[in-house]
């Protein structure tokens, strides 16, 4: 698929790495890749494994996870669940329930020590290229924000069906993207200020950069799958796809993660 030889382009034969491949025999100074902090804030004990399995499998490096358990019902080994499936580096933070979503995704930043902060959902599927697409299309764009075209590849659990929406345009400068993919620099989170303290942070994280001049620059929906359950979600539809199905390109029965390249 296009999304793969894009990477593969990118990582390869890209201008800074042809300079990379001039520079290494000269003993030039080489800029190291930027150190990514993934941001997963939970209220889900039992979404934990899922979620760090999905951190795990990814091929970027330098990164690290910050974790925010948000939430009293976490158990006091949550922190050697963590370490016995991850080998990155890794920090955990307990917020309390009382503290609204925005608010405790703004303790996991206090502690990020990345140069980029992501955010990963605790019940979606990512590819083992998410991070790198991510980091990527930060630098080709040179938009302040970036994601992965939303909604593309979408998983109803209820019904267990995969659907695809063709809406929006891929590697374009929009705001359609996913709020569990968006992916900035940390001095431009810094400068709006951080997550809003609310529920729901996307939408207003979006506005905000736009409102101090950012650019927002939606990528393509591969390597994700936005899950959908009955109920648990910040925004709450149950099982209705009727939204879903206008300008759906493909459906499938089960998790395709195939297709979605997951």
Known sequence: MSSRSRRAALQQHSASRRWEDLARPLGLRIDPLPTVSVLL???????????????????????????????????ADAEEQVARVLT????VVRAPASLKYGAALN?????ASGNLITKMDDDDWYGREHLWDL???????????????????VYFTGLDITVRRRV???????TGISGGTMMLRRRDLEAVGGYRDGWCDDQGLISDVE????????????????????????????????Q???????????????????
Do not use: M, W
């Open 41 to 75: 804030c939970t209220n889900r004990p039992p979404q934990l494994r899922h979620a760090l399995e999905q951190v795990r499998r990814q091929t970027y490096t330098p990164c690290e996870l910050v974790l925010v358990l948000h939430g009293d019902d976490f158990p």
């Open 88 to 91: 990155i580096p890794y920090r």
């Open 107 to 111: 303790r996991g930043v206090a502690v």
């Open 135 to 153: 980091v990527l299309a930060l630098d080709y764009s040179g938009a302040d924000l970036v994601g992965k075209l939303h909604p593309g590849f």
């Open 168 to 174: 929006g345009r891929p590697e374009t400068l929009g």
């Open 211 to 242: 409102g101090d001049g950012g650019r927002v620059y939606q990528t393509h929906h591969h390597g994700y799958i936005y899950q959908r359950r009955g109920a648990g979600h910040t925004f709450d539809a149950g099982d209705d796809i009727t």
């Open 244 to 262: 879903y199905l206008p300008l759906s390109g493909f459906q499938a029965r089960g998790l395709a993660r195939e297709v979605a390249d997951v």
